[in-house]
Nanobody, 124 residues
Framework: QLQLVESGGGLVQPGGSLRLSCAAS????????VGWFRQAPGKEREGVSC???????NHADSVRGRFTISRDNAKNTFYLQMNSLKPEDTAIYYC??????????????????WGQGTQVTVSS
């Protein structure tokens, strides 16, 4: 069974940091582009960051310089390091993967496999 399992969400104060993890099972991430998305109440799902199999990344303007996406294919896991968090980063965060080998990735929510979502709340 192909599955993505997320962990690492929670409550953090403004200016704090969190690291989200997404572990894949049932398939290997080596030939998959990966991405992180978020959805706040009443808003559409937004592409935050993505990474191609070659390591090329793409970030939304709202998180560039604060968020970093990375992957560890040996652990079949990828990550989203979030620094300098702001209240407007509050959302449910989803990881996703699609079979796309090469130097491109997309921040459109058109991926084949999705995690269950993890809540990130930034509040004092």
């Amino acid at each position: 069974q192909l599955q993505l399992v997320e962990s690492g969400g929670g409550l953090v104060q403004p200016g704090g940091s969190l690291r989200l993890s997404c572990a894949a099972s049932g398939f290997t991430l080596d030939y998959y582009a990966v991405g992180w998305f978020r959805q706040a109440p009443g808003k559409e799902r937004e592409g935050v960051s993505c990474m191609s199999t070659s390591g090329r990344t793409n970030h939304a303007d709202s998180v560039r310089g604060r968020f970093t996406i990375s992957r560890d294919n040996a652990k079949n896991t990828f990550y989203l390091q979030m620094n300098s968090l702001k209240p407007e980063d509050t959302a449910i965060y989803y990881c996703a993967a699609e079979p796309l080998d090469g130097s491109t990735c997309s921040r459109r929510p058109e991926y084949d496999y999705w995690g269950q979502g993890t809540q990130v709340t930034v509040s004092s």
